[in-house]
């Protein structure tokens, strides 16, 4: 019942490319649903462009560390079935 589900999913545009690369491909995923939650909750607090472009850049910079922290326990995984 989940095989074909994932087998369309496959055939979407862009999947073989983060089947490819899982962590580029969520860091991206994950920075996006930041910076749109940090714009509809700073909407209304009067920030200059300079202040939405740090603010910006640091949400996406935090969503990095926590795809490579997340990560950091799939190559203990790998380890252990390579022996």
Same mark, same amino acid.
């Given at each position: 019942?989940?095989?074909? #589900?994932?087998?369309?999913?496959?055939?979407?545009?862009?999947?073989? *490319?983060?089947?490819?690369?899982?962590?580029?491909? !969520? *860091?991206?995923? =994950? !920075?996006? %649903?930041? +910076?749109? $939650? $940090? !714009? #509809?909750? !700073?909407?209304?607090?009067? =920030?200059? +462009?300079?202040?939405?472009?740090? =603010?910006?850049? /640091? &949400? +996406?910079?935090?969503? %990095? /560390?926590? #795809?490579? #922290?997340? &990560? *950091? @326990? @799939?190559? @203990?995984? +790998?380890?252990? @079935?390579?022996?």
């Amino acid at each position: 019942m989940v095989e074909p #589900i994932i087998e369309r999913l496959k055939q979407l545009p862009g999947a073989a *490319w983060a089947e490819a690369h899982p962590r580029l491909a !969520a *860091w991206i995923v =994950l !920075a996006l %649903g930041m +910076v749109f $939650l $940090l !714009a #509809i909750e !700073a909407r209304d607090v009067g =920030l200059q +462009v300079g202040q939405w472009i740090a =603010l910006i850049v /640091a &949400t +996406v910079l935090v969503a %990095g /560390a926590c #795809i490579w #922290i997340i &990560t *950091w @326990d @799939d190559e @203990d995984l +790998v380890e252990e @079935d390579n022996q």
